[in-house]
């Protein structure tokens, strides 16, 4: 064969090698795009259902995989009255999901050696009074200090609070629960102690460090302060159900607890916020890690173990771990969860209290093969 015809063969066999690869190609997009519309159609239904069978208002979902948001929707009204249909941009109140934001900033804290997690919390935060025991941040972020939670009608203030000691009037003077360390006990209070100590160790204001070393690089650009007298654009009106009916939700300011209680956002922004976790962008892994491993000292008046870290509640569901927070107050309920293992990160966001997200997120976990833990056995 001359070299003429050798050349024009090799060059008709590339065109066809070329050809097959490009069809292969295609096809290959052609079966991914339809799988991933499927996922969004079942997502879809599931929030649609559970929306119906929950009377939830507004909904907003988002979902994150190897760190892109693959699906982010809102349904529902933002705000009856005004008639205002939810976007992915309505902000609705986090709940106690402030908790684990404000966890990973004092974490930051601890990385760069300006605040000692196992000193006396009353180095950073001397407006908290001395106790029969030593209190630690560690013991703060992890609900193992004792600090009590709400007593009747305190969730219903409706006071407002300039600083973040002017807060502890409500609960400062009253004894611990137990030996810090020993029990476990949720307190959003605590997480205002915590609060006080993040803004002594680092110099600035809560909401200045917050946002300068979670929310930028965490991309959260849609979380703020939720502030009762600030103008926030997009910020949902909350409600209630009573009897079935929907109300507003009873009034209620949060600047008693913002770091465990008091912030605005987006599901999007959560799942970001979950995703910069797992890419180390804002704790070192290792740093991380911790935060995601159990206390598993005893819950006080129970017999399990502690299931909380520091900032973070996990459950071990073999093969996968599941790391999530859920926050409920006036006018919402919350939750967001991690899949380590399938770098998958979801968030569910109502403006509606007393509602059970979990079980839209549950299912949507199940949409990408990730099943709900079987139930404990006694």
């Known amino acids: 064969m001359s070299p003429r015809h050798s050349c024009a063969l090799f060059r008709r066999h590339a065109a066809v090698l070329a050809l097959f690869t490009l069809l292969f190609a295609s096809a290959a997009a052609s079966a991914q795009q339809p799988a991933a519309a499927d996922v ?29 948001v693959v699906y982010s929707k809102a349904f529902g009204m933002a705000d009856i009255e005004n008639d205002v249909r939810a976007t992915p941009e309505t902000l609705i109140r986090t709940g106690s999901i402030a908790k684990p934001i404000s966890a990973v900033a004092a974490m930051t804290l601890a990385e760069a050696g300006k605040l000692d997690l196992d000193a006396p919390v ?13 209190v630690t941040t560690r013991q703060l972020l992890s609900h193992t200090a004792g600090v009590r939670h709400y007593k009747q009608g305190e969730i219903e203030s409706t006071k407002h609070y300039k600083t973040m000691s002017e807060g502890f009037a409500i ?14 006990s949720y307190s959003t209070y605590g997480y205002t102690v915590v609060g006080c100590a993040i803004e002594s160790a680092s110099g600035q204001k809560f ?27 997009h910020r949902a009106r909350g409600y209630q159900l009573v009897s079935g009916a929907v109300k507003n939700a009873g009034l209620m300011d949060s ?10 956002t987006t599901s999007e922004d959560l799942v970001r916020f979950e995703s910069a976790l797992l890419d180390g962008t804002l704790v070192r892994p290792e740093t991380r890690d911790k935060m995601w491993t159990p206390t598993g ?12 870290g520091l900032g973070f509640d996990v459950v071990k569901m073999p093969p996968f771990t599941r790391v999530s927070h859920g926050g409920s107050q006036q006018g919402t309920s919350t939750i967001m969860a ?41």
Request: charged share 20%; aromatic share 8%.
């Open 40 to 68: 969004s159609s079942q997502l879809d239904k599931i929030v649609q259902a559970e929306m119906q069978k929950q009377h939830m208002v507004a909904v907003t979902v988002a979902v994150a995989k190897d760190s892109k």
């Open 122 to 134: 009353q180095k950073y935060c001397p407006a908290f009074p001395e106790k029969q025991s030593k």
């Open 171 to 184: 609960f400062a003077s009253d004894p611990l629960l137990f030996e810090p360390g020993t029990k476990y």
């Open 207 to 233: 909401a200045d460090y917050v946002r300068e070393h979670v929310l930028v690089p965490a991309a959260m650009t849609h979380t703020f302060i939720d502030d009762v007298y600030e103008i926030v654009p």
């Open 255 to 264: 600047s008693y607890k913002i770091p465990g209680g008091g912030i605005v």
């Open 297 to 308: 000292v005893p819950i006080l008046n129970g017999d399990r173990p502690s299931p909380y």
């Open 338 to 378: 991690v899949i380590p293992e399938k770098r998958l990160a979801v968030a569910v966001m109502t403006n509606v209290d007393g509602v059970n997200p979990s079980a839209m997120m549950l299912q949507i976990l199940e949409a990408y093969g990730v099943q709900r833990p079987a139930p404990a056995t006694r």
